[in-house]
């Protein structure tokens, strides 16, 4: 197809069991939560598909843009599974059998295993700052623009939605105030004049576009990346690629390539600088601060639940007090 050079070397995965080792058990549960994804997917496409038949049938398939995007990649965290809380209010909301896997009503999640396996070639996945995790599809169709099955293999970057939206529907862009009231300029470029010319650059070499999110932070700048990830799917050190060429970032470049190294530490530092960036602590961990922010809605949601299991405590600890009284005083 294309999307990628030939030759590249394999990031090695995070977990990296294999199937042959797991259980009887284990490869029945991860077959079939693959084939409950497969079949979510599969019934997206056909519905994609009737909706596309409706709108040639009544006319309105060539005032109509079709896109497929995703805002990162493979999810890894099956918060099911997470802790105490995250397990008890899914046990409570949602049926985790195998039984009733992918029936209504149920929770499925395929694992981290398999989100490396959807993330392949490339390394890591969402909440990281590893290709994996920041590499998606864009399918777009825009009628009378564009050639059908191009690939288009120029770097661009979440921000260039918005602008490209706007773009095809004649739009333009907001600038720093509306109706009085301040507002964030759009950062992004349109991606739209890509679709005629897919060798038209998108992001000139000489800009810089930053990153952070759940503990991951990278900048690129031309067909370079610099990134960092904290434990446990990093070290918290820097490491630069050419993602261009290396696009599953097999090769470290931070000791070959000095100056680069250097230049983009200095660009994020000013992408911190302008968006007003908190970094993270070098013990963050994204899991840890998913829980902290949703303690509080756990807490309320499973309110009833936890006042009846301490009444249900205090009513047996009260039985036990008075069987024991009771034997007291017959001795």
């Not at 259980?23 to 596309?52: C, H, N």
Request: charged share 20%.
């Amino acid at each position: 197809m294309g999307l990628v050079p030939a030759g590249l070397t394999l990031p090695k995965a995070v977990m990296a069991r294999k199937w042959a080792d797991l259980s009887d058990k284990e490869r029945r549960e991860y077959a079939k939560r693959m084939a409950v994804f497969a079949g979510m997917l599969d019934s997206a496409d056909q519905e994609v598909g009737r909706l596309r038949a409706y709108l040639a049938k009544s006319g309105q398939l060539d005032n109509t843009v079709f896109i497929v995007m995703s805002d990162n990649g493979a999810d890894p965290y099956d918060l099911a599974k997470l802790n105490l809380p995250f397990k008890l209010w899914y046990r409570v909301n949602f049926a985790l059998g195998y039984d009733t896997l992918g029936q209504k009503g149920s929770y499925v999640h395929y694992g981290q295993d398999w989100a490396e396996v959807s993330n392949t070639p490339f390394a890591l996945f969402k909440g990281t700052s590893g290709a994996g995790g920041m590499r998606v599809p864009f399918i777009v169709s825009v009628p009378g623009r564009g050639k059908a099955g191009a690939v288009n293999s120029q770097f661009a970057f979440a921000t260039d939605f918005l602008p490209t939206v706007l773009d095809i529907a004649g739009i333009a862009l907001p600038g720093d105030d509306y109706g009085g009231k301040k507002l964030h300029r759009p950062t992004g470029k349109s991606l739209l004049a890509s679709l005629d010319d897919t060798a038209a650059v998108i992001h000139p070499p000489t800009e810089a576009i930053g990153f952070e999110s759940t503990g991951g932070v990278a900048v690129f700048k031309g067909d370079y990346k610099l990134m960092r990830n904290t434990p446990p799917y990093g070290d918290g050190s820097w490491r630069l690629v050419n993602h261009a060429l290396d696009p599953t970032e097999a090769s470290d470049l931070t000791a070959s390539q000095p100056a680069v190294l250097k230049d983009l530490q200095a660009e994020f530092q000013n992408f911190v600088r302008v968006n007003g960036v908190v970094e993270p602590p070098a013990d963050y961990v994204g899991t840890r601060q998913v829980l902290k922010n949703n303690l509080p809605i756990l807490l309320r949601q499973l309110g009833g639940i936890l006042a009846a299991a301490l009444a249900a405590l205090l009513v047996v600890a009260w039985g036990l007090w008075r069987w024991r009284r009771r034997s007291v005083r017959r001795r």
